[in-house]
Every structure is written in structure tokens, then in C-alpha cells.
């Protein structure tokens, strides 16, 4: 196993069990609230999350295949498949995954990305609060920030700004661009198209990022 895959997995797996135990006794009428992610509520949610520990390479290019080359597809097929008609089933189906390491043909990053994107997907729509480890948060933001949008990134969202994470002090972008300085978890969520309350982010490229993350 590479020196990468040692750093990524036992954070991918230390929040699929926070997760687990966040959700362990959440009320059967708050499994229907709608997500940060669009279109999904945080059942739904959780359902991919378990889906994406599953597949691997091979599954994962056989079902893209067949939708046709859709990732939305693709991935509305998963969520529909591992979706239990109790949630509290798709809470043990999480729990039993959290040892995987599969993955997609992609940038072990992208698992640090979901676990956090979608954690807080999950937690913020139902008022929880997450911790994260924020040196991996930012690896996670560095990644996002060098992906393009149509690829699940948000280079372009970002463009011309300059952020700075003030949990680990790591900035990217062009020295003397409009600044946009916040927790890292909070810019990599609007850097990933979620939106975040005004008053974490600050300086003047906040309103510019924050208009982008919509």
C-alpha cells in the first residue's frame, strides 16, 4: 500500500464510523430532510455513501456503461440500490463497509472529498456538527480547487481568488488576488458547490466565492 493510500484511508474510514454514530438514533422523521447535496435528502445521502465504499474500479466502470456515461445516472442507480426501506438498515450497511478501500479510476483524494463533502451534506441539513482532521480537509480543498466543476471539482469556482484556511494557514491562489479566508471545511464546501453561511467566510473574494457555490 503507498504512502497515500496510508494518509487517506484511515481518515475515510475514522469518518465513515463517525458518521455511523452520528446516525446510530436519528428519528425516523428526520431521514426525509432534504441534504446540502441537490436533489437528495440525507437518507439518500447516506445510501451513496455506502454505494461508493462498495464499488470499485471494475464495478464502477461496468455501471457507468450502462448509463450511458451518466455519472448522475450512475449514481442515482446506486443510491436507489442501496437504499434500505428502513434507514436504520442503511446505517448497519455503512457500519459493515467502513473497513474498504475500494475505489474508482480516480485521485485518492476524491474518497477524502466524499467523506467530508458528504458528511457535512448530512450533518448541517440536520443541525449536527462535525469535526474533521483539517491538514486532511486541505488536502482534500487542494484537490477540489485543481478539478475542474464538470469533473465533480471547483476550479472554476474559485478562479481568480486567492483562499487561505486559517486552521492550517495553507493559501492558494495569486498573491494580491481578492482574498476569501475561512475554516477549510467551510471553503471546501463552497469551493464544492454547497453553500455556506456568510459570516464564516470573510475578505474581499467572500461574496464572489459565495455567489459561485450558490
Known amino acids: 500500500m503507498s504512502r497515500a493510500a496510508n494518509d487517506v484511508w484511515p ?11 452520528d446516525l446510530r438514533d436519528l428519528p425516523i422523521a428526520q431521514w426525509r430532510t432534504p441534504s446540502l447535496c441537490p436533489g437528495w435528502d440525507v437518507h439518500d445521502v447516506l445510501a451513496h455513501l455506502v454505494d461508493t465504499a462498495r464499488t470499485g474500479r471494475l464495478m464502477f466502470v461496468r455501471e457507468l456503461v450502462r448509463a450511458r456515461f451518466s455519472f448522475d445516472r450512475a449514481n442515482d442507480v446506486g443510491v436507489a440500490r442501496e437504499r434500505r426501506a428502513d ?83 495553507r493559501a492558494w491562489g495569486e498573491a494580491g488576488a481578492d482574498a476569501v479566508e475561512g475554516a477549510g471545511i467551510d471553503l471546501l464546501l463552497a469551493v464544492s458547490g454547497r453553500p455556506v453561511p456568510a459570516e464564516r467566510l470573510t475578505g474581499s473574494g467572500a461574496a464572489r466565492l459565495l455567489d459561485a457555490a450558490g
Open 87 to 169: 434507514p436504520q438498515d442503511t446505517v448497519r450497511a455503512l457500519d459493515a463497509v467502513v473497513p474498504l478501500t475500494r475505489t474508482p479510476p480516480a485521485n485518492l483524494a476524491t474518497r477524502l472529498v466524499e467523506a467530508f463533502v458528504h458528511g457535512e451534506d448530512i450533518r448541517r441539513s440536520l443541525g449536527l456538527v462535525g469535526t474533521y482532521p483539517p491538514d486532511a480537509v486541505a488536502d482534500a480543498l487542494a484537490y477540489q480547487l485543481r478539478t475542474p466543476v464538470s469533473f465533480g471539482g471547483g476550479r472554476e469556482r474559485a478562479a481568480g481568488l486567492r483562499l487561505v484556511d486559517t486552521a492550517t494557514g
Open 11 to 21: 481518515v475515510v474510514h475514522a469518518e465513515r464510523r463517525r458518521l455511523v454514530a
